[in-house]
């Protein structure tokens, strides 16, 4: 199970790859490296090397890319309508997966679309997080925030990384 | 003798007054008083078993609402740790969420985090307790707070289940309660979620109608009835809250009041204080006029007190 796991997780990587657009060899394994930078804004690009993490999912992209290779889907939510999978030719996670998931449009377009499935349809962010984040928890990779995104200034800004913590045992004054 | 009667009278008037408005109001009350929340108000669904306890939703809230600078950086997870007379980390001026950790000792992917913040709930008790009104119910499902109109009196902080709201103790001049708004003001009321819910690497947290969450959420618990509770807590607690949770280990362990039942705290005092109006405006007037009838001849004539009861006693 654990190394199955990882296999899926290295799909989805893939997928990933597949986000950057690179076209080197799309058709069977997908790229070597996908170049992740949605999260611009805080972290630097994560260089994400999909070459190593097809491996690692022993070639079965269905570990990470849902029903869109042509296998069943392993989600039962997805498995209701997408029963055999299907090869569409959309690989790419963000071709589902919304970048812009929490902006009033594509939540106003959620609104007239009801379909509970695609409801629960997580963001771009969530589904590369919750595929390679639960992965790398149950499979010893790496699982700390910056272990995968350098932090930029204004992600330090954010965090308040300038603040140095009290050392133990002195009060706060907090309530 | 006369004396005695006069009690009897005025006992037998208070009596048949109490019973009018014991057997009166209630049911009206009972009928019309409960109120389920707005139509397609929005929620938030959290799922526990996603949180890896990153605090970037307590960073994301901070810079939002432009709270002053925590004692730690939001990336330090000591504060997992941290203790106050044997309580986890609570909401405070300065944090309106904060995310707590809960050790397992047979779960597969470790212990469970869980954010906390306001829950938003159909019938606030803070809303219900306070007279002023600084609270509001807003047709999207935030209690907003109106610091402006706020006397401090931190009834609201007594009267919340969930011991959510906090107070500016630090400020001299103008104290006032704390609490998370579902960031009404900077996003609910243009459509978007609430900052965490954003900021959330793991969408932890499903921003949508409260309707529709609480069928995605019990959809969730079918598909995979042996990894959820089968429970999704605020669905119905103190009668339904905005910000609901879901977990794969029991709520008891993770710091959750399963005591609370279904009803709203409201239901536990409204028929009080129905009496209390009729109490403060009724009585005054009836007593009153009891008064002035039984002594309508001793002003006038400026008789010994015997006579006037006399006169009552013919009436």
């Known amino acids: 199970m654990g190394l199955s796991r990882v296999k899926s997780f290295m799909i989805l990587i893939g997928s990933l790859g597949f986000l950057a657009g690179a076209g080197n060899g799309l058709a069977e394994t997908g790229p070597d490296t996908v170049v992740l930078d949605s999260l611009a804004e805080f972290y630097e690009p994560v260089q994400f090397n999909h070459a190593v993490h097809v491996d690692l999912a022993e070639g079965k992209c269905a570990k990470c890319h849902h029903h869109t290779t042509g296998a069943a889907p392993l989600e039962p939510r997805c498995l209701e309508c997408h029963k055999g999978g299907s090869d569409g030719g959309v690989y790419a996670c963000r071709d589902c997966h919304p970048l812009k998931r929490f902006e009033a449009d594509y939540l106003a377009a959620l609104d007239g679309d009801r379909q509970r499935f695609h409801l629960d349809k997580p963001g771009l962010k969530g589904a590369l997080h919750r595929n390679c984040l639960t992965c790398h928890v149950e499979n010893g990779g790496p699982a700390g925030c910056q272990d995968c995104h350098a932090r930029n200034a204004k992600g330090d800004a954010l965090f308040r990384a300038d603040i140095v913590a009290p050392p133990p045992g002195q009060p706060t004054g907090g309530h | ?315």
């Open chain 2, 1 to 315: 003798m006369k004396n005695f009667n006069r009690r009897n009278f005025l006992k037998g008037g208070l009596a048949t007054g109490l019973a009018a408005a014991a057997t009166g109001a209630p049911k009206p009350a009972a009928a019309s008083g409960t109120f389920g929340g707005y139509p397609n108000s929005m929620g938030v669904l959290v799922d526990f078993t996603r949180c890896v306890g990153c605090r970037s939703c307590e960073a994301a809230c901070n810079k939002e609402q432009g709270l002053p600078a925590p004692d730690k950086p939001f990336d330090d997870l000591s504060v997992f740790e941290e203790r106050e007379n044997g309580q986890q980390r609570r909401t405070s001026e300065r944090a309106y969420t904060v995310v707590n950790r809960y050790d397992q000792t047979d779960r597969k992917s470790g212990p469970v985090f869980r954010k906390f913040q306001c829950n938003h709930c159909n019938e606030p008790a803070c809303l219900t307790s306070c007279f002023v009104n600084a609270y509001t119910k807003t047709p999207e499902g935030a209690v907003a707070y109106n610091s402006k109109v706020c006397v401090g009196c931190r009834t609201c902080m007594v009267a919340c289940p969930f011991y959510v709201p906090a107070y500016s103790y630090s400020s001299v001049i103008n104290p006032v309660v704390k609490k998370c708004v579902m960031c009404y003001d900077t996003r609910l009321k243009f459509g978007r979620p609430p900052a965490c819910v954003e900021a959330c690497p793991q969408e932890v947290m499903t921003f949508g109608h409260r309707d529709d969450l609480i069928n995605l959420g019990h959809e969730r618990i079918r598909n995979n009835p042996d990894k959820y509770v089968d429970h999704i807590y605020g669905e119905k607690e103190v009668g339904g809250t905005a910000w609901m949770y879901m977990s794969d280990v029991p709520f008891e362990q993770l710091g959750f009041n399963t005591n609370l039942g279904n009803e709203p705290i409201i239901s536990y005092v409204k028929d009080f204080l129905t009496i209390v109006p009729m109490v403060l405006t009724i009585w005054p007037a009836l007593f009153t006029g009891f008064y002035l009838l039984a002594n309508r001849k001793k002003a006038g004539v400026g008789a010994e007190k015997p006579e006037p009861k006399q006169e009552e006693k013919k009436s």
